[in-house]
C-alpha cells in the first residue's frame, strides 16, 4: 500500500500549484494525474516549427501568483510583455474595427451608434439598482443594450465561452464587483483600481507547458501520469483510499481533489452523496479551438485578435493572432492563429468531425480578412467541458458545496470553478489547499 502526507488528483494548474507548495513544504505527497503530463488545459506543443498553445495564451499583469512562481521557478527571462495587445478589433457589419483605447477614438468608433456613445459617457456615472445580478443586467442598466450587445457579450464570450445574462456578475467580475456592487457608479472606482496595478498582458516564451514543466521538476518525482482516479472511499481513522484506472492504490488522511467539474462529478459524490444536487448545479462550457498557420504575413490587422459579437451571424466567438504576440511561435515569415468555436450557446459544435471544423474556421476567417491566406498548417483541439460557469445558480451550489467538505476533515479543493476561470485563479485556489492541508497538519 501506497501511504502519504497528501495525496492531490489532477495535475493541471491548480494541482501542480497544491503539490508544489506541498512538496517545497518537505511532505511526502503524490500527485495523480490521468494523462501523460502535468499542465492541464495550460499546456503546449510544437508540430512543424509551430507553437500552440492548447488552453490560455496570455495572463495579465495583476496576476499575481502566476509572477511570483515564474519568478520562483527561474523563468523571469521567459516572460514577454505582449504590445500586440494594446490592439484589439471587434466585427461588427461585415468588417474588423479596432476597439477604442481612449476617450477621444471612443468618441470616433464606428463600432457604436452616437446614442449609445453618449449613454455610455453618462452611464459611468449612472447607478445601477439592487437585484440586477447577472453580467447583461449590471453592463445594460448603465450602458444601454447596444454597448452590451456589441462590446460586453463578445468579450463575455471570448473570457467564459458563456452567455453574459446567465453569469453572475459578483463571480464573473468580482473586482469590479467589490468596486460597485448592484449600486455603485463605474467612474469613480475605474479611477480607484487603476491605482498601484501592473498593467498589461504577459505570455511565456515557450508556451505555458514552461511553466508546467519547471513546478514538475521541482515536485522530487511525486507525479504519476496515466493514473486516472476511477475511486475514492473513506476507510477507518480518517485515512481516504484512491483507486486508479490501473489498479493501483494510494493512501493518506489529506486528500486534494484538482480534477476539473466533470471528474468531481464522478469522484466525489461515492464519497458524499449529499454533494451530488450541488455539483449538477454547476455546469461548464465546451470549447473548440482551431489553429491555422502557413507563409507569408498574417491575414488578420496587427494586433492581438478580434472578438465576434453573436449578432454578426458567425459561429467563430473570436481569434488571436498569435504571430503578432510573439515572432517565435511561427516559423520565421509564417503567421499562426487561433480560432475559438463553442461555448454555452454552441455545445453541438463538438458533435462536427475535424474536416468539417476545419472548413468552418477557413471559411469564417475568410470573412474578416481583407487579405487571402493559404494555411498549410491545421490543428484542432477540443476542450470537453473546460470552462467553468460563474452563473447565477453557482455561488449557492459552491456553499453548500463547500459546506459539505468543511465536514469532511482532511478532504479539500482546487481549481478555477472555485474563485475565478483565470489561470492565475486556479493557482491561487491550489495554493490556497496546501495551506489548509499544511495548517491541518501542523495542527
Ligand atoms: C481554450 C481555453 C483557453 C483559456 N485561455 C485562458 C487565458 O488566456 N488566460 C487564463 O488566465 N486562463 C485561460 N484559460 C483557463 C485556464 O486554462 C484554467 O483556469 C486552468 O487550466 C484551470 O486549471 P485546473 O487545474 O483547475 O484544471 P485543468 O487545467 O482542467 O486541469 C485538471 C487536470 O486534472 C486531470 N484529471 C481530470 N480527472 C482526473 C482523474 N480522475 N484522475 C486524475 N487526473 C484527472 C486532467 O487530466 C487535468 O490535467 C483557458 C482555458 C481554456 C480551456
Known sequence: ??????????????????????????????????????????????????????????????????????????????????????????????????????????????????????STLFGLLRRGRDGERSVADWFTRRFGSEFHRILVQPMVAGIFAGDSAELDMQRAFPNLWQQTGARGRLLPALLRSRKGQRRGVFMLQGGFAQLAEAMTERLNGCLRTHQKVVSIA?????????????????????????????????????????????????????????????????????????????????????????????????????????????????????????????????????????????PLFRRVVRHTNAIPQPDLNSSRALAILGQQIANAPGLHLAGSYLGGVSLDAAIASGFEAAAAVQKELAA
Request: hydrophobic share 45%; aromatic share 6%.
Open 1 to 118: 500500500m501506497n501511504r502519504f502526507d497528501a495525496l492531490v488528483i489532477g495535475a493541471g494548474p491548480a494541482g501542480l500549484a497544491t503539490a508544489f507548495a506541498l512538496s517545497k513544504a518537505g511532505l511526502k505527497i503524490q500527485l495523480l494525474e490521468a494523462s501523460d503530463h502535468a499542465g492541464g488545459n495550460a499546456w503546449s506543443e510544437r508540430f512543424e516549427g509551430y507553437l500552440v498553445e492548447t488552453g490560455p495564451h496570455t495572463f495579465r499583469g495583476q496576476s499575481k501568483h502566476i509572477l511570483s512562481l515564474i519568478e520562483e521557478l527561474g523563468l523571469n527571462s521567459e516572460l514577454l510583455a505582449v504590445d500586440a495587445a494594446k490592439a484589439r478589433f471587434i466585427f461588427r457589419a461585415g468588417r474588423l474595427h479596432r476597439l477604442p483605447a481612449r476617450g477621444l477614438e471612443f468618441l470616433s468608433t464606428p463600432l457604436l451608434s452616437r446614442r449609445a456613445k453618449v
Open 234 to 374: 473513506a476507510k477507518s481513522a480518517g485515512v481516504y483510499r484512491v483507486e486508479s484506472a490501473s489498479g493501483e492504490s494510494f493512501e493518506s488522511a489529506k486528500l486534494v481533489l484538482a480534477t476539473p467539474l466533470a471528474g468531481l462529478k464522478h469522484l466525489l459524490p461515492e464519497l458524499l452523496p449529499g454533494t451530488k444536487p450541488c455539483l449538477e448545479a454547476l455546469i461548464s462550457a465546451s470549447m473548440v479551438s482551431v489553429s491555422l498557420g502557413g507563409p507569408g504575413k498574417s491575414p488578420l490587422p496587427a494586433g492581438f485578435g478580434a472578438l465576434i459579437p453573436r449578432s454578426e451571424g458567425l459561429r467563430m466567438l473570436g481569434v488571436i493572432n498569435v504571430s503578432a504576440l510573439s515572432a517565435e511561435r511561427s516559423p520565421k515569415d509564417h503567421w499562426l492563429a487561433t480560432l475559438y468555436f463553442g461555448g454555452t450557446g454552441d455545445a453541438e459544435i463538438l458533435n462536427l468531425d475535424d474536416s468539417c471544423l476545419l472548413a468552418l474556421a477557413e471559411l469564417e476567417l475568410e470573412k474578416l480578412c481583407s487579405t487571402p491566406f493559404h
